[in-house]
Protein backbone atom coordinates (compact mmCIF):
# COMPACT_ATOMS: atom_id res chain seq x y z
CA UNK A 1 0.00 0.00 0.00
CA UNK A 2 2.87 2.72 0.94
CA UNK A 3 4.58 1.70 -2.66
CA UNK A 4 1.57 2.76 -4.33
CA UNK A 5 1.04 5.65 -2.62
CA UNK A 6 4.33 7.14 -2.58
CA UNK A 7 3.71 5.87 -6.70
CA UNK A 8 0.55 8.17 -6.70
CA UNK A 9 2.41 11.06 -5.07
CA UNK A 10 5.37 10.56 -7.76
CA UNK A 11 3.26 11.18 -10.28
CA UNK A 12 1.37 13.74 -9.18
CA UNK A 13 4.74 15.54 -8.61
CA UNK A 14 5.99 14.98 -12.05
CA UNK A 15 2.90 16.48 -13.68
CA UNK A 16 2.91 19.54 -11.01
CA UNK A 17 6.51 19.95 -12.56
CA UNK A 18 5.93 19.89 -16.31
CA UNK A 19 6.98 22.82 -17.95
CA UNK A 20 5.81 24.21 -21.59
CA UNK A 21 8.71 23.75 -23.98
CA UNK A 22 8.42 24.96 -27.02
CA UNK A 23 11.13 25.28 -30.08
CA UNK A 24 11.90 28.36 -32.38
CA UNK A 25 13.79 27.63 -35.71
CA UNK A 26 15.66 31.54 -37.19
CA UNK A 27 17.73 32.40 -39.93
CA UNK A 28 20.45 35.18 -39.39
CA UNK A 29 21.34 38.11 -40.97
CA UNK A 30 24.37 38.15 -41.44
CA UNK A 31 24.20 35.01 -42.37
CA UNK A 32 26.54 32.46 -40.31
CA UNK A 33 29.71 31.29 -41.90
CA UNK A 34 31.89 29.81 -39.18
CA UNK A 35 32.57 28.36 -35.76
CA UNK A 36 32.97 32.00 -34.53
CA UNK A 37 29.27 32.82 -35.77
CA UNK A 38 27.86 29.85 -33.84
CA UNK A 39 30.03 30.67 -30.24
CA UNK A 40 28.96 34.38 -30.91
CA UNK A 41 25.23 33.36 -31.50
CA UNK A 42 25.46 30.39 -28.79
CA UNK A 43 27.24 32.49 -26.42
CA UNK A 44 24.95 35.25 -26.37
CA UNK A 45 21.76 33.17 -26.54
CA UNK A 46 22.55 30.77 -23.35
CA UNK A 47 22.39 33.91 -21.04
CA UNK A 48 18.56 35.01 -22.01
CA UNK A 49 16.35 33.68 -19.64
CA UNK A 50 14.13 30.54 -20.29
CA UNK A 51 16.31 28.95 -23.25
CA UNK A 52 17.41 25.50 -22.18
CA UNK A 53 19.44 24.28 -25.63
CA UNK A 54 20.51 26.11 -28.75
CA UNK A 55 21.59 23.76 -31.62
CA UNK A 56 23.16 25.78 -34.88
CA UNK A 57 23.33 24.42 -38.14
CA UNK A 58 25.39 26.63 -40.79
CA UNK A 59 24.91 24.27 -43.77
CA UNK A 60 21.28 25.08 -43.63
CA UNK A 61 21.80 28.60 -41.78
CA UNK A 62 19.49 27.68 -38.98
CA UNK A 63 19.59 28.24 -35.34
CA UNK A 64 17.27 26.13 -33.09
CA UNK A 65 16.24 27.18 -29.71
CA UNK A 66 14.69 24.95 -27.21
CA UNK A 67 13.11 27.12 -24.40
CA UNK A 68 10.37 27.10 -21.44
CA UNK A 69 7.51 29.11 -22.75
CA UNK A 70 6.52 29.98 -19.49
CA UNK A 71 9.45 32.33 -19.08
CA UNK A 72 10.10 33.77 -22.51
CA UNK A 73 8.74 33.98 -25.99
CA UNK A 74 9.83 33.39 -29.37
CA UNK A 75 9.54 36.61 -29.88
CA UNK A 76 11.58 37.61 -27.42
CA UNK A 77 14.38 35.23 -28.62
CA UNK A 78 14.24 36.61 -31.81
CA UNK A 79 14.43 40.08 -31.20
CA UNK A 80 17.56 39.21 -28.30
CA UNK A 81 19.41 38.81 -31.76
CA UNK A 82 19.67 42.42 -32.21
CA UNK A 83 21.60 42.71 -28.82
CA UNK A 84 24.55 40.76 -30.48
CA UNK A 85 24.46 42.45 -34.47
CA UNK A 86 22.02 39.75 -36.15
CA UNK A 87 19.01 40.06 -37.27
CA UNK A 88 17.00 36.67 -36.53
CA UNK A 89 13.85 35.66 -39.14
CA UNK A 90 11.64 32.84 -37.78
CA UNK A 91 11.25 30.00 -40.22
CA UNK A 92 8.18 28.53 -40.53
CA UNK A 93 7.42 25.08 -41.01
CA UNK A 94 7.16 23.54 -44.54
CA UNK A 95 3.53 22.38 -44.88
CA UNK A 96 3.27 18.51 -45.16
CA UNK A 97 2.86 17.12 -48.81
CA UNK A 98 0.07 15.10 -49.56
CA UNK A 99 0.94 11.78 -50.83
CA UNK A 100 -0.57 11.09 -54.61
CA UNK A 101 -2.63 7.73 -55.00
CA UNK A 102 -1.36 5.44 -57.62
Known sequence: MKKLLTLAMLLTATVAL?????????????????????????????????????ETDIEKQRVTITYDAEKTSADKLIKSFDNFGYKATEVKPEPKKKEEKK
Open 18 to 54: AKDIKTVVVTTQPQMHCQNCEKKIKGNLRFEKGVKLI
